[in-house]
């Protein structure tokens, strides 16, 4: 008999109407983008880099798991963004611009489905 844990259970046999509703998606994405943060956080030095391209999301994911995801904006930033990104920035810039382009483009794609 194999032995499998009540949570592990929960998430298989959860219903596939709230795995696949988009305010259920960024909610899920926002407590990974979460946990990787504070991680990078405490760990300090280089990983700060990291740090700075998952807290730049934290806010775009909790709007959208609240409801509040406006297609329209989203794709204006995204645009704006990707247009800003360059070579000449520091690290840190890098890392917050490529983050945003990032969730930007997941919240678009994962909107359009």
């Known amino acids: 008999m194999i032995f499998i844990n009540m949570k592990l259970k929960n998430l298989l046999f959860e219903s596939k109407d709230k795995l696949d509703t988009f305010e259920s998606f960024a909610d899920t994405r926002e407590a990974g983008a979460e946990k990787i943060s504070d991680t990078a956080k405490k760990k300090g030095g280089l990983a700060l880099l990291t740090w700075h391209h998952f807290k730049v999301k934290l806010p775009y994911y909790k709007?959208?798991?609240?409801?509040?995801?406006?297609?329209?904006?989203?794709?204006?930033?995204?645009?704006?963004?990707?247009?800003?990104?360059?070579?000449?920035?520091?690290?840190?810039?890098?890392?917050?611009?490529?983050?945003?382009?990032?969730?930007?483009?997941?919240?678009?794609i994962r909107n359009s489905k």
Not at 63 to 91: C, H, N, P, R, W
């Open 63 to 108: 709007q959208a798991a609240a409801g509040k995801f406006d297609l329209a904006e989203a794709q204006k930033e995204f645009d704006a963004t990707y247009k800003k990104i360059s070579s000449s920035m520091s690290q840190i810039e890098f890392q917050r611009e490529v983050g945003r382009l990032e969730v930007l483009g997941e919240l678009i």
